[in-house]
């Protein structure tokens, strides 16, 4: 069976474009024939020259018209004056003539080299030579003026004249490539220079790697730069910075690092200090690790960059995040230092966070004391992260007591959401006896400094809603009805305001108890009076233990009675927890009430006596 015929369509160029150029006769006008569908003709472009020999005006791609012609109306009176940009060394011979030719290329100053070019063919009757090509390809490098279209139209011309690019021409190519990347062309230009034989230079391996990165192959770019690197060739620093800029903007850290590391390994010693600067900004802003602290060792821990508070502050981060209180205590050092008291809440926290997050309990409590000593009290936000440590183990909270006891006995300030935390820890395991011993001591303890002067005391800690609500939850999970009405009375008597989660788990407390739905409906009905709203989750245990109690009142809970739970979840609940026997007493009552209705309206009804016979009643 033939092969299948390969379409040689622009999806085939796009997918395979080294085999397409491969494939075709002449490579040059296949690749102008690619463009020609994008090109359209702009009206009035510059002219270098009036003789055959030199470029025709430029065919823009259509993707760059709209630039293009944006430009124009900006700079009108420029682009009008360009042809009045005349070669003034005049007195000079012909071989310095090419030389400044050669050094206005390099610099890539495309209007002057267009003059001087202008100068030589129809002043000093110079024919058509390699040398100028080259000059008005490598000129083609301007930021500004420079277009892949134009070095292509100077390609055909100068097959049409019958002159053979070099080597020279090929890597001026490869520079203009550089400034403006275009695959097809690139890759046309690297298969000429291999079918002839000719080795890229070391500028011509850079403008490679140039290129490659701009159109952001950066596999092939690494790829490439580490062969330079095997093959020997010197890699200028700024191929590099290049590089690392942008691994770190597209968020390849690790390759970034891995790049700065090889520079060090290979003995540059002067690598660029902004380098660092972004690495740092750039890894610490993207939580990265390891590359935050490679950079950090490098530059800031050594002194030779002080970095702002923002990257101080997304070091803290960083550090918080993975667990490293050695670089996140330096970052907060950096970030006191500054003026005007710059350490806030969340930096504590940060801080906090590290310590709790590398296991080192006993640093996480002396530090809210710190907190609580520069001015800064924490919150229950601020402690959530040591309640979650206090839970992966029954003897934690153990373990915090006794270094909160040792804290008071050294008189430092204890805040109350670090007894409150514990408390909290105690409840989770379970522990109702441990956080009611707790709650009993936390008189003891005191959140103020100690003072020398006997006139002000220091005043003892006070227990507040959020210790009453927990030491609630502890008595629904126990079932103790009787401690937490003792709790209660405690609230009142302390003057404590309660909330709508006070409300809530006292609701929870009675539900459970076997005689307590009562006291629910009564603290429901102050909950409402205080204008707080049920859970949704308590107002289905309120319902379904009056539905098994046969209360009526569970219809409360509906939304028809001003409740929060539908009609349909209602009335499964009825039908689910409803108890039989009351179901069985409220259909016998009904049915009484319509018997009682019906002989008042002197009807007549045949009940059924207890010896099986039948009486008619008036």
Request: aromatic fraction near 8%; proline fraction near 5%.
């Amino acid at each position: 069976m033939p092969p299948a015929q390969i379409v040689n369509d622009g999806l085939w160029h796009c997918l395979c474009p080294a085999a397409s150029f491969q494939r075709a006769r002449n490579p040059i006008i296949l690749t102008l024939g690619l463009r020609a569908l994008q090109r359209t003709n702009p009206s009035q472009h510059r002219q270098c020259s009036q003789t055959p020999a030199i470029s025709q005006p430029i065919q823009w791609p259509t993707c760059k018209i709209k630039s293009y012609q944006t430009k124009r109306s900006l700079h009108d009176d420029f682009f009008q004056s360009q042809s009045n940009v005349k070669y003034e060394r005049r007195d000079r011979g012909l071989q310095e003539t090419y030389e400044d030719l050669w050094h206005m290329a390099r610099k890539a100053d495309y209007l002057k080299v267009q003059a001087l070019v202008k100068y030589l063919v129809q002043e000093c009757r110079e024919k058509p030579n390699t040398r100028l090509y080259d000059a008005l390809i490598l000129a083609n490098a301007n930021a500004e003026y420079g277009s892949p279209a134009e070095v292509t139209t100077l390609m055909q011309e100068m097959a049409e004249e019958g002159i053979t690019p070099d080597s020279a021409t090929y890597h001026a190519i490869l520079r203009v490539l550089a400034v403006h990347p275009d695959h097809l062309l690139r890759v046309h230009i690297l298969s000429s220079l291999r079918e002839r034989w000719f080795s890229l230079t070391k500028e011509g391996h850079h403008d490679l790697v140039v290129s490659l990165i701009r159109e952001r192959q950066l596999e092939l770019a690494l790829q490439h730069l580490g062969q330079m690197e095997a093959d020997e060739i010197t890699v200028y620093p700024w191929l590099y910075d290049m590089m690392i800029y942008t691994l770190c903007n597209i968020g390849e850290i690790d390759e970034a690092v891995r790049l700065m590391q090889r520079r060090i390994d290979l003995g540059e010693l002067m690598i660029s200090g902004t380098v660092w600067y972004h690495l740092l900004d750039t890894a610490s802003h993207a939580m990265h690790h390891s590359a935050t602290l490679f950079a950090y060792n490098a530059r800031v821990a050594t002194s030779y960059l002080n970095p702002p508070s923002g990257i101080c502050t997304n070091i803290l981060t960083c550090a918080a995040r993975h667990g490293d209180p050695r670089l996140a205590t330096a970052a907060f050092s950096k970030l006191s230092e500054r003026s005007g008291n710059p350490i806030q809440l969340h930096h504590y926290e940060s801080l906090l966070e590290a310590y709790i997050t590398a296991g080192d309990l006993r640093s996480s409590l002396i530090l809210l004391t710190a907190m609580l000593s520069a001015g800064h009290l924490p919150t229950e936000s601020s402690t959530r992260l040591i309640y979650m440590y206090l839970k992966r183990s029954r003897q934690h909270p153990d373990t915090a007591m006794e270094i909160l006891e040792d804290l008071r006995d050294q008189d430092r300030p204890i805040p109350l959401e670090a007894l409150n935390a514990v408390l909290q820890g105690y409840i989770h395991h379970s522990n109702l006896p441990a956080a009611l011993q707790l709650y009993n001591s936390i008189s003891l303890y005191t959140a103020s400094p100690p003072t020398q002067s006997p006139q002000k005391p220091q005043k003892p800690l006070s227990p507040n809603t959020t210790t009453f609500n927990r030491l609630f939850r502890g008595c629904s999970q126990a079932c103790d009805k009787a401690q937490a009405m003792f709790l209660a009375s405690e609230m009142v008597a302390l003057k404590v305001k309660p909330d709508a989660l006070t409300y809530d788990r006292l609701i929870l407390v009675c539900v459970g108890a076997e005689e307590g739905l009562m006291d629910a409906w009564r603290y429901a009905d102050e909950m409402r009076d205080s204008g707080f709203e049920m859970r949704r989750g308590t107002a289905f245990a309120l319902a379904r233990r009056a539905c098994q109690l046969g209360d009526e009142r569970a219809w409360e809970m509906g939304k028809a009675k001003g409740g929060i739970l539908d009609a349909s979840r209602m009335e499964r609940l009825v039908e689910s927890h409803w108890r039989e026997d009351v179901m069985e007493e409220q259909a016998g009552n009904e049915k009484e009430r319509e018997i009682e209705g019906q002989v008042e309206e002197g009807g007549e009804w045949e009940v059924s006596t207890g010896e099986g016979q039948r009486k008619q009643v008036l």
